[in-house]
């Protein structure tokens, strides 16, 4: 056997060196599992991209002011036109709810007064005295009532008036029994 020349020790590194090469490289799975990390990453930088050319810029704002303007004379208007409000759900001013009627120092304790009277009487005879114009005036059946926090208007009749005044008495002493019964059990 002759001596290896330096040909052939170089020519044998460079064979090694190609095989560690060809058993260095990836396989079809690992290229494709490459190439879709490489489309994934392309995607999200091209959404991004897009969102950038989307954005409004300052030469935009022209367009905007005139946008907001058009906004806020439509809602100028809505004040103005029900239908339009109804429309946008923005609620309509109500008139204001009458004020309670203000009695007294002398009324208030005329009021008082009858009631304390009336809650001794039977339900029949209750209700007509309180149906007896000459006796008690409107007015005063409605500061009874105001007493014993029944919500009246002006327009409230003598007989509405007379009859929740005698059922809030009869219904406060029906309490007064059932609770007197429950005490004494």
Do not use: C, W
């Not at 100028?76 to 204001?96: C, E, F, M, W, Y």
């Amino acid at each position: 056997m002759g001596k290896r020349t330096g040909k052939e020790t170089e020519l044998k590194k460079l064979t090694a060196s190609l095989r560690e090469f060809s058993a260095s490289l990836p396989t079809q799975a690992d290229k494709q599992e490459l190439h879709q990390s490489i489309t994934t990453i392309i995607d999200f930088l091209s959404g991004i991209q897009r969102m950038a050319a989307a954005m409004p810029t300052s030469e935009n704002t022209a367009e905007l002011e005139s946008a907001l303007r058009a906004l806020d004379q439509f809602s100028d208007r809505a004040k103005t036109n029900p239908g339009i409000a109804a429309l946008l759900g923005i609620p309509q001013p109500r008139p204001s709810r009458p004020k309670p009627a203000t009695y007294t120092n002398d009324e208030t304790a005329t009021a008082q007064r009858v009631l304390g009277e009336l809650q001794v009487l039977p339900i029949d005879q209750m209700r007509l005295r309180l149906q007896d114009e000459s006796a008690i005036s409107i007015r005063l059946l409605q500061a009874m009532a105001s007493q014993l926090g029944i919500r009246s208007v002006q327009r409230t009749g003598r007989d509405s008036l007379s009859h929740q005044i005698a059922s809030k008495i009869s219904n406060y002493r029906g309490y007064q029994g059932l609770r007197a019964g429950t005490e004494n059990s």
